[in-house]
């Protein structure tokens, strides 16, 4: 979107800032229009719900092409750091894929992070040759933690997957941006417009958006809503925006009034 400000993930240079999911869409071919429209290049793939093998059935392939976008497995669904092991590595013996997203989730009902199976799962895999992606909680130690430990990107969380809340706690995301150096992606929580633009307004390198596009009236226009609202936001922040002021300031000069 924005050819002299690339959006570089373990070392690849991306033009979109938005990352787009795969799942709860009507069918796999509103997926992929809603993916075109948004010009995202990476593409979110639960592992554990998609079907990948059974070619009976449709594939997520036939209607995007991994070679012309980039997938990123993802742990959706797991509860533990030995199910998420297992389920990327599995992604790695199917597609080859290396860069990856991983989340523990740690409650059925909220489906925050269990950060302390992340931890130790984000360490396993870095190990292991994987660049990970990680669903995180949005605690600034937390988020530095996973840097320290070789995590490629962060991915705190704007508010429950699939609320549609919006960013909750404003303060953490930015003091999350002022204390690392890898990418920090706004993940679960989107609902709207708004609030994409806002997260790339606060410094955020990208945003992931799945139930807000999949789940609206009409995902086709929500899906450029957000292509619009990540590159408006991202040049809102690059621009520098005005200080906030309690008193009024006139826009004309006070001098040569006529």
């Known amino acids: 979107m924005l050819n002299n400000d690339p959006f570089i993930i373990d070392k690849t240079k991306y033009r979109s800032r938005l990352i787009v999911g795969t799942g709860k869409y009507k069918s796999f071919s509103e997926c992929a229009k809603a993916v075109k429209i948004s010009g995202?290049?990476?593409?979110?793939?639960?592992?554990?719900r998609v079907n990948i093998t059974d070619k009976s059935k449709p594939l997520l392939m036939d209607y995007l092409n991994p070679k012309k976008i980039k997938y990123l497995p993802n742990t959706a669904g797991c509860f533990t750091s030995s199910?998420?092991?297992?389920?990327?590595?599995?992604?790695?013996?199917?597609?080859?894929?290396?860069?990856?997203?991983?989340?523990?989730?740690?409650?059925?009902?909220?489906?925050?992070?269990?950060?302390?199976?992340?931890?130790?799962?984000?360490?396993?895999?870095?190990?292991?040759?994987f660049k990970v992606m990680v669903y995180c909680s949005d605690d600034p130690l937390i988020a530095k933690k996973l840097e320290d430990v070789g995590a490629s990107a962060i991915m705190p969380l704007a508010s429950p997957i699939g609320s549609g809340l919006g960013i909750i706690n404003k303060v953490n995301i930015k003091i999350i941006k002022n204390k690392i150096k890898i990418p920090l992606i706004i993940d679960a929580g989107i609902g709207d417009a708004v609030d994409?633009?806002?997260?790339?307004?606060?410094?955020?390198?990208?945003?992931?958006?799945?139930?807000?596009?999949?789940?609206?009236?009409?995902?086709?226009?929500?899906?450029?809503?957000?292509?619009?609202?990540?590159?408006?936001?991202?040049?809102?922040?690059?621009?520098?925006?005005?200080?906030?002021?309690?008193?009024?300031s006139a826009s004309s000069p006070k001098s040569g009034i006529i």
Not at 85 to 93: D, H, K, Q, V
Not at 208 to 234: D, H, Q
């Open 196 to 248: 994409a633009a806002e997260a790339m307004q606060l410094g955020c390198d990208g945003v992931l958006i799945n139930t807000a596009i999949a789940k609206a009236k009409k995902p086709l226009i929500m899906a450029e809503a957000m292509k619009l609202a990540v590159m408006s936001g991202r040049k809102s922040y690059l621009s520098g925006r005005i200080k906030k002021n309690t008193f009024g």
């Open 40 to 48: 995202a290049e990476i593409v979110t793939v639960a592992v554990r």
């Open 83 to 129: 199910e998420a092991l297992r389920t990327l590595r599995l992604a790695r013996e199917i597609g080859g894929w290396k860069l990856v997203k991983l989340e523990v989730l740690g409650d059925k009902k909220t489906l925050f992070p269990d950060m302390i199976e992340t931890i130790k799962s984000t360490k396993v895999l870095v190990k292991e040759g």
